[in-house]
């Protein structure tokens, strides 16, 4: 039985259930004395069918994960099965390929001796299948007829109906967050493997960083050192890139704001919010194929000759400008939500429109304003194709902005597509790294989120 | 600051509310012939002319959307920073066209201040919103003349008692009655001559309101006050002169014991005891 009949069952009854229970439901809507009862037959109709498709579901979902295993445990109690091997690889491929064959995704055993498990899997996947399905309709009978028959005149359906939807709402939201501590699991699991191999001191504050996947033996810590990855990442994202996005966003705000026309912030806004849709692995070309090499020559034709094509500055820069929107558009957001009260006021003391931005309406948005970068910074040091594309692979710990430089992101990716096993230091550095990366951005983003907070809190 | 032209008192126009008062302190400071505001195609105002004197207080009532507030703002050209807003007619600040071209509007609003309906101190600090203005215009660039000008503003409005010993906390953190306070004092601290006042006390309570009032009173004489108001017991309390406002035009204009003892006109009467608005 696949999951999808199951499904569709699940639903089919479903719609059963709605429809009896919405005719119930006007039957006693026609029969009551003013014709009114607590709640719409739609809210019955839904109560009925929500009691019997949620619970088959959630049936079907424990099932579908539980029966594969019930299936293997009842074939090993199998005679047949005493045939098999103790342990092992051999024993999981042929358990394996009799499965394979049962369900018929595989034409035949490879292995002669697992021909025997073939019928006992058989059967147990078809008893299990059964069971599956008559537990399913069983259980959306008797959700179908517990709730059938709870339907009265003066039955509570719309709180219940809205009740349920309230906990569909809280599910959803729910699942953002466990994927997110999902992730912190992972990888504070790898990370710990990784500094049983190597010390955090030697990691965080060594400044020599060249891994070697394919080593063996006992790891070097001071190959480790990760120095030079977070001070490429800063300086290309924190530094370099909003010395061009800050600026630029800001500007972009305040024009937008104050001085544009409507026709043109009709335009113009929607433009550069696409600006923020592009593809970062386009910028990503645009950084490597146009803006390096236009940097690097800028940077010789002034006699700067150790200018490399792969350059921080060029990576830098294509970030700024991708950042712009960011920036621009939380600037722009709190600008607008600064009162027009104290525009007015300040412009009724005779300030001009200048004044009034630079003096009353920045400062007063400068909270939203830094939130802003703040966000724009995660990022952009979270940033990953530009400087893969642009920025180089070499870790040097210079600050000088035309020499390739490499970042945390890049190292990311070159650890885990690299050549050395999983296990290997080498790639586990790749966790230890993006935890770093994880903890920073978070940081990042909470500390943006409380400013933002206090800044509306300063409003309303 | 700029000592006025003096200019010959204007002569009154033929509409009916305006009275040429024969006291010298009531001589016309703002006189506003035919003056109409549109927004957009909808006229707000209709053809208003008054004179507004020179040391009194003048407070225009009327009931909500009869356009006080909206001539009030057209008096320092607040207006003009509403998208489709329109002024026609004249508006003479001593005798001078304040919509003419070339007219700055900068200095048109040092000299006309404006104390809004809600008290909208700037998110710095109270030393900092006095100096504001001062800063702006110029009117100092030390720091001993900015510490007088701060001092004598917070003194005028009567706030230095209350503030002195913490300057630079921030204005926002004041309370209702001391931000409009502070508002005053900062529209005082660039010295103008005349003060604008939005229904200054309706975002308050009792108390803070009778503070202000006493303090309109104190200034009096010193400013040229108008002030919109929507509480007839306020208009009667701190004005002199009472225009009453409905839809878009003057209906009566005079000194304020007339209005309230003896209108002229039955719909300022039935407005005054209440009868609507």
């Known amino acids: 039985m696949s999951p999808a009949i199951l499904l569709l069952l699940a639903f089919g009854l479903g719609l059963v259930g709605w429809l009896a229970a919405r005719s119930r439901a006007w039957a006693f809507r026609r029969s009551a004395p003013l014709g009114r009862i607590h709640s719409l037959p739609g809210f019955h109709a839904w109560y009925v069918a929500l009691w019997i498709a949620v619970p088959a579901l959630l049936f079907a979902l424990v099932w579908n994960a539980l029966s594969p295993e019930l299936v293997t445990q009842s074939v090993l109690s199998d005679p047949a099965a005493a045939a098999l091997p103790a342990f092992g690889f051999e024993r999981d491929s042929m358990l394996a390929e009799a499965q394979a064959v049962a369900l018929g995704n595989a034409p035949a055993v490879f292995n002669p001796d697992a021909q025997g498990l073939v019928e006992p899997y058989r059967a147990a996947i078809f008893r299990y299948e059964v069971i599956g399905l008559v537990a399913t309709l069983v259980i959306a009978l008797a959700g179908g007829i517990f709730s059938f028959l709870r339907l009265k005149p003066d039955f509570t359906a719309r709180t219940r109906v809205e009740r349920a939807v309230m906990g569909l709402l809280l599910v959803a939201s729910l699942v953002a967050i466990l994927t997110t501590l999902g992730i912190i699991v992972s990888l504070v699991f790898e990370t710990v493997r990784f500094f049983t191999m190597v010390s955090p001191v030697d990691f965080l504050f060594g400044t020599h960083w060249a891994p070697d996947p394919m080593s063996s033996g006992a790891p070097d810590g001071k190959q480790f050192g990760a120095i030079p990855l977070f001070w490429g990442t800063i300086y290309i994202g924190a530094i370099i890139a909003m010395i061009v996005a800050i600026p630029l966003g800001l500007m972009s705000a305040i024009y937008l704001t104050q001085y544009a026309s409507n026709t043109v912030r009709q335009v113009m806004k929607p433009l550069l919010e696409i600006l923020a849709g592009v593809p970062t692995v386009v910028y990503g070309y645009f950084a490597a194929l146009t803006v390096a090499p236009a940097v690097r020559d800028a940077a010789q034709a002034i006699g700067i000759s150790s200018a490399s094509t792969e350059s921080a500055l060029a990576a830098g820069l294509v970030m700024g400008v991708m950042i712009i929107p960011f920036v621009s558009s939380m600037a722009d957001d709190s600008i607008a939500a600064v009162p027009q009260a104290m525009r007015d006021g300040s412009l009724a003391m005779g300030a001009t429109k200048a004044e009034t931005i630079s003096k009353v309406l920045v400062p007063a948005a400068l909270p939203g304003i830094v939130a802003g970068v703040m966000l724009a910074i995660s990022r952009a040091i979270g940033e990953t194709m530009i400087v893969v594309m642009a920025a180089g692979a070499s870790a040097n710990l210079t600050a000088n902005p035309f020499q390739s430089m490499t970042t945390v992101t890049f190292q990311i990716v070159a650890m885990l597509t690299g050549e050395g096993s999983f296990d290997h230091p080498a790639t586990l550095s790749a966790f230890a790294l993006g935890m770093v990366l994880f903890l920073v951005t978070l940081t990042l983003n909470f500390i943006a989120l409380r400013v933002v907070k206090r800044y509306r809190e300063a409003y309303e | ?277």
């Not at chain 2, 104390?115 to 900092?128: G, L, R, T």
């Open chain 2, 1 to 277: 600051m700029n000592a006025p032209a003096p200019t010959p008192a204007p002569t009154p126009t033929s509409t009916p509310p305006a009275s040429p008062f024969p006291d010298p302190v009531a001589e016309a400071k703002i006189s506003a012939k035919d003056v109409s505001v549109f927004y957009g195609a909808k006229r707000a105002i209709d053809a208003v002319s008054i004179d507004i004197p020179k040391s009194y207080v003048t407070a225009f009532i009327g009931p909500s959307g009869c356009g006080k507030s909206t001539f009030l703002r057209s008096l320092n050209r607040m207006n003009d920073t509403i998208a489709g807003a329109r002024v026609e007619g004249e508006i003479l600040l001593d005798g001078e066209d304040i919509y003419r071209s070339g007219m700055d509007v900068v200095q048109l609003r040092a000299r006309v201040g404006m104390v809004f309906q809600k008290p909208n101190p700037f998110p710095k600090s109270i030393y900092d919103n006095i100096a504001y203005g001062p800063k702006i215009h110029g009117i100092t660039g030390s720091k001993s003349e900015l510490d007088g000008i701060v001092e004598s503003s917070l003194q005028r409005a009567g706030l230095w008692d209350e503030v002195k010993d913490r300057l630079s906390d921030s204005g926002t953190a004041l309370s209702g009655g001391q931000q409009q306070r502070l508002c005053i004092a900062r529209a005082i601290a660039v010295d103008p001559e005349v003060i604008l006042m939005d229904e200054p006390c309706s975002a308050l309570d009792p108390i803070a309101t009778a503070r202000i009032e006493e303090l309109i009173d104190e200034l009096r004489g010193r400013y040229a006050i108008v002030i919109v108001t929507h509480s007839m017991q306020q208009a009667a309390r701190v004005s002199q002169r009472t225009a009453f406002f409905h839809l878009g035009k003057i209906v009566e204009y005079g000194t304020t014991s007339d209005i309230f003892t003896n209108p002229r006109e039955e719909r300022t009467k039935d407005y005054i005891t209440g009868r609507y608005g």
